[in-house]
């Protein structure tokens, strides 16, 4: 058996989706088949072996499109290996230390059984979409705060674990 996963993604600015392709790109890398999509389009969650879900934060808040995903397709990604992972932190927090995950992804994780949740740093650049994103550009308060090896070596530990249990299996 070949582990198929899917990197499900849900963000405004393309930000997340550049991390969702990281994480997809490093599971290719490691010999795990990997795609990834837009939450929002994705119907058919059971068709693949394992599934990362990744949203932005918004004050707060998973992007909706990630929320109504896991909602739309609980009994599906209660079965499967899931990883949740976060974007949004504007400064280098997530870089520097674990940051655990906002209150409602943190219950979905549990409810889910995810194999584990993950925060990013985010990313608002000129063209942002959003007045309240504009206003942060505004103050200066802009700028790419994602790791790449951070996503790479989290996506690395993903593909390990997926590994491992299909060579036990």
């Given at each position: 058996m070949t582990t198929n996963v899917l990197v499900a993604y849900a963000g405004k600015n393309g930000s997340t989706e550049e991390i969702a392709h990281w994480i997809a790109d490093t599971l290719n890398?490691?010999?795990?088949?990997?795609?990834?999509?837009?939450?929002?389009?994705?119907?058919?969650?059971?068709?693949?072996?394992?599934?990362?879900?990744?949203?932005?934060?918004?004050a707060g808040r998973?992007?909706?499109?990630?929320?109504?995903f896991a909602r739309r397709h609980a009994k599906t990604l209660a079965t499967r290996p899931l990883w949740l992972?976060?974007?949004?932190?504007?400064?280098?927090?997530?870089?520097?230390?674990?940051l655990?995950?906002?209150?409602?992804?943190?219950?979905?994780?549990?409810?889910?059984?995810?194999?584990?949740?993950?925060?990013?740093?985010?990313?608002?650049?000129?063209?942002?979409?959003?007045?309240?994103?504009?206003?942060?550009?505004?103050?200066?308060?802009?700028g790419d705060f994602r790791d790449k090896q951070q996503i790479r070596d989290w996506a690395q530990n993903i593909a390990a674990e997926l590994t491992a249990a299909e060579r036990a299996a």
């Open positions: 890398d490691s010999g795990v088949a990997a795609v990834a999509r837009p939450a929002a389009r994705e119907d058919a969650p059971g068709q693949y072996d394992a599934v990362v879900l990744g949203g932005s934060l918004y998973w992007h909706h499109d990630a929320r109504r992972f976060s974007s949004g932190p504007l400064d280098a927090s997530a870089a520097d230390r674990n655990p995950p906002v209150k409602g992804v943190a219950r979905l994780a549990v409810r889910l059984d995810a194999r584990g949740h993950t925060t990013f740093g985010g990313r608002l650049e000129e063209g942002a979409k959003g007045r309240i994103a504009r206003m942060i550009i505004q103050q200066g308060r802009g």
